[in-house]
């Protein structure tokens, strides 16, 4: 089992840049693919980002390519979302999750493990 907690959400500007982290607990965290989703207002939850467990492998959302960048630090347990060029409608939670999956890693359904959400607002 793995715990996520999320942090460097914030309000800023369109254009402007922003850092996520997730810090995950337990001696496994090598084990997870990791992913990004995130949640406007009346909106469903969506797929942003995945890492695979080596990091080598990435996928986006067409919505957000060339301008995220997802990463990880398996030393450090940690997974990472680089946000640039950010536009109002990137506003929403943001959620980090870990999957055992090998596979499919755009699927909301497949991750068994969630952190409570960073809020990220970007006024235009």
């Known amino acids: 089992q793995v715990q996520l907690v999320e942090s460097g959400g914030g309000l800023v500007q369109a254009g402007d840049s922003l850092r996520l982290s997730c810090a995950a607990s337990?001696?496994?965290?090598?084990?997870?693919?990791m992913g990004w989703f995130r949640q406007a207002p009346g909106k469903d939850r969506e797929f942003v980002a995945a890492?695979?467990?080596?990091?080598?492998?990435?996928v986006y959302a067409d919505s957000v390519k060339g301008r995220f960048t997802i990463s990880r630090d398996n030393a450090k347990n940690m997974v990472y979302l680089q946000m640039n060029s950010l536009k109002p409608e990137d506003t929403a939670v943001y959620f980090c999750?870990?999957?055992?999956?090998?596979?499919?890693?755009?699927?909301?359904?497949?991750?068994?493990?969630w952190g409570q959400g960073t809020q990220v607002t970007v006024s235009s």
């Open positions: 999750a870990a999957t055992y999956s090998r596979l499919v890693l755009t699927t909301l359904a497949n991750y068994a493990y």
């Open positions: 337990g001696r496994t965290f090598s084990s997870y693919a």
């Open positions: 890492i695979n467990q080596s990091g080598g492998y990435t």
